[in-house]
C-alpha cells in the first residue's frame, strides 16, 4: 500500500477527488486519510472489520464535503444522499430507518479493537500474512501479487497448471467447510485473513484445506512442510491460545 | 385498505404503474398484488414482517418487470439496479455482499408467519387493533382516520388540545419505557402495533403509558375505564399467554 499516497496524489494534480475502497483493510493495516490525500473512504462492516456485512462506514475529507453540499444536481437517489444521511445523524431530520442490529454490531466489532489496539491488530495481520504466504509457497504454489504490493489482509494463489479453481474450491468448502474465493476476471483463488479470521487455527485450517484440496486435483504438494513452515512463521498470539 | 384497488386502477387508466410501499401491513393483513393490479409491493424486515430494519422486500407484477427490462435509460446507482439483483438471486452474476444476518431474521420471522398462518395473523391484528382503537377513545382520546381506512397495524391518535405530543412521547420512553411516533406534519401520535408487538401483554403496557403521560401533561382522562375498554375487546390469543 506505499503507492497508494503517490495515487492520491496524482489524482489531486488532476483535480480529481480520491474515494478509497478500504472495507479489506480497514483495522488491518494503516490508513491515513489526512496524510495520505484521500478523500472518501468506505469500508462494511464485514471483512477488516469483522462484524456483519448490511452496514456501510464512509468518511470524507473536508474538500470532499465541501464538494458534495456546494453540488448544484440533485442525488438521483434518496438513500444515497450523503447530504440527508447527514441531517439524520444530527438527529434533525428523518432520513431511514437505521438497520439497529448492524450498528450495534459495528459498535460491538471496534470495541474490540480497541481493546486489541490498532498497532496489536496491525502487527497481527502482518505477522499471521507473512506466515501463512511462507506456508503457502513452501507448499509449493505460487502467489499472485509482487511482495512489496501484498496486503496484510488478501492471499491471492495463482491456480496450479491444468488445474480449475473451482474445483479445488468445491473440495475445500463440501470437505473441509472452509470457503475461499475465486476472483473476477482473474485466474486466481483468494485468502481473506481479516479479524477474527486471522487468528493461528483458522490459518492452520485454511492452510490444510487448501493443500489437500490441490492435491486431490493432482496437483504435487508437499502440504506437511507447508504446515511446518507456516507454524515456524507464525508469532503465536498469546490471545489466541485463550480462545 | 378497500380504496387500493380502486387507486390501482385508476392509475393504470392512466398508464402508470402502481408501487406499494406495505412495511407496515405485509402479513398484517391481506395484499393481493395479483387481484389489486399492484406493479410492485416493498416492505423492509422491519415492522409487518416483525423482523430486524436493514433488509428490504420487493416484488414486481410481470408488467412491471417487462418495463425494467425494457428501459434504455441505465439505473444512476449500481445497488439499487434490479436487473443486476435478479442476476445475483439467480447467481450467475456477483452483485453486492449479501446482508447474511438481516437475510437469516428474514427467514426466521417468515417461519413463524408460516407457523401461525396468515390467517390467524390477520386476524390476531384485526382484533387487536379494534380492542385498542376501543380502549384509547374509552380512556378519552380521538383517533385520528375515519374507521373505514384504519389500519390493523398502525393507530393514530389526535393530541389532546392545548398538549405537546413530543412531551407525552417524551414521558412514555422516559418512564415507562415505551416508545410510539409522532408524524411528519401532522399533529398525531401513532402507536405501531405491528408482529410481536400486537401481543396484549404490549397493547396493555402502551395503552397505559400513553394515559398516563397524556394525565401527566394535564389531559382528563380515564385510564382504568380504557384499560378495562381494552381487556373487554381483546380476545386472548392463547399463544399469548404461553408468552
Keep these: 500500500m506505499k503507492c497508494l499516497p503517490e495515487v492520491a496524489q496524482l489524482a489531486k494534480d488532476h483535480g480529481a477527488l480520491v474515494v478509497v ?4 483493510t480497514l483495522t488491518t493495516m494503516p490508513l491515513q486519510m489526512d496524510e495520505w490525500g484521500i478523500d472518501v473512504t468506505i469500508a462494511g462492516g464485514q471483512k477488516g472489520l469483522s462484524s456483519i456485512p448490511g452496514v456501510s462506514l464512509i468518511a470524507f ?8 453540499k456546494s453540488r448544484k444536481a440533485r442525488q438521483p437517489h434518496w438513500c444515497l444522499d450523503a447530504l ?21 454490531a459495528i459498535h460491538e466489532a471496534l470495541r474490540q479493537i480497541c481493546e486489541e489496539t490498532l498497532p496489536v491488530r496491525f502487527e497481527r495481520h502482518r505477522t499471521s500474512s507473512i506466515a501463512l504466504q511462507a506456508g503457502i509457497e513452501t507448499m ?32 475445500m468448502s463440501t470437505r473441509f467447510h472452509v470457503e ?20 493461528s487455527q483458522n490459518l492452520f485450517k485454511v492452510l490444510y484445506a487448501l493443500g489437500m484440496s490441490c492435491r486431490q486435483q493432482g496437483v504435487d504438494l508437499d502440504v506437511s512442510l507447508g504446515m511446518a513452515e507456516l507454524e515456524r512463521n507464525l508469532v503465536i498470539d498469546p490471545e489466541n491460545l485463550v480462545d
Tied chains: 1, 2.
Design 21 to 24: 475502497d478500504a472495507v479489506c
Design 61 to 68: 475529507s473536508e474538500e470532499a464535503w465541501n464538494t458534495i
Design 84 to 104: 440527508r444521511a447527514q441531517t439524520f445523524w444530527g438527529s434533525q431530520q428523518y432520513h431511514y430507518t437505521a438497520p439497529v442490529p448492524g450498528i450495534l
Design 140 to 171: 509449493g504454489l505460487q502467489l499472485f501479487v509482487p511482495i512489496r504490493d501484498r496486503l496484510n489482509s488478501v492471499v491471492a494463489i495463482q491456480t496450479p497448471l491444468d488445474t480449475d479453481n473451482a474445483k479445488i474450491r468445491k473440495t
Design 180 to 199: 475461499i474465493s475465486g476472483a473476477f476476471g482473474l485466474d486466481i483463488m483468494r485468502i481473506g485473513q481479516m479479524g477474527e479470521q486471522c487468528r
